[in-house]
């Protein structure tokens, strides 16, 4: 049985892909792939997305050159979720921070605090606009 | 500013909760929560979510007595993702593993297999049904 067979997209052909370094275990960021993004994601060995505001595929990196190699694929018990395991190039937030997840909140939801140092400036990673 | 008026629920009120053991950097599982849910999460210490399929609140052990310990909230750049970092008592998978990502993608997708022990069985878990 094809693992394609196991997973379960929902109601708009969408499945989230936790994305995690694997040689820190950090993880970096969330992103929804339909199933012709995580066809592309095997076959390449690049992780490749849908973007639900953009109605667009993109590839992780396409305009940054922060590219993810895949290291391996995994789905949960349900199969409603993957757990993607990858080599990083450079920094996975657009905001330059090496996770997307800087911030934790503090003093009971009363506010929220940065975590980890920016690495770089959105306009280092972009260019200015 | 509250960290809550920085979060993106979805048109569902729900916002997807990636729990990871904090001591060891697994993935444990992906569920859902909505403000009420993470509300009781934050004052409890201890995770509960939303159930889309029952609609009703669950508290992670309320059956199997593995409770999560909430350790670190931490919330992506876009604020419409949660890492919840926790101590993990027993298997955090309903189905006995340690993680709910216990299978892997192989040839190409082709198959898939299972990467982990299974720690219980779901009997030995929630007892015969």
């Known amino acids: 049985m094809s693992f394609f067979d196991q997973l379960k997209f ?5 499945i989230p892909a936790i994305i995690q370094e694997q040689k820190t275990g950090r993880v970096l960021m969330m992103a929804w792939m339909n199933r012709a993004s995580l066809e592309t994601t095997i076959a390449t060995g690049k992780t490749h997305f849908w973007s639900r505001s953009r109605q667009k595929y993109w590839m ?6 922060h590219t993810q ?5 995994a789905f949960d018990c349900d199969g409603d979720t993957l757990l993607i395991q990858v080599e990083q ?8 921070y090496q996770s997307c997840f800087f911030r934790s909140v503090r003093e009971g ?12 400036s959105p306009e280092q990673i972009y260019g200015k606009k």
Chains 1, 2 share one sequence.
């Open 10 to 14: 929902d109601a708009n052909g969408l």
């Open 89 to 96: 190039i450079g920094a996975a937030c657009h905001e330059g």
């Open 109 to 120: 939801g009363a506010s929220a605090q940065v975590t980890e140092p920016q690495l770089l």
């Open 69 to 73: 190699a895949v290291k391996d694929i």
């Open 60 to 65: 992780k990196g396409e305009s940054s050159g």
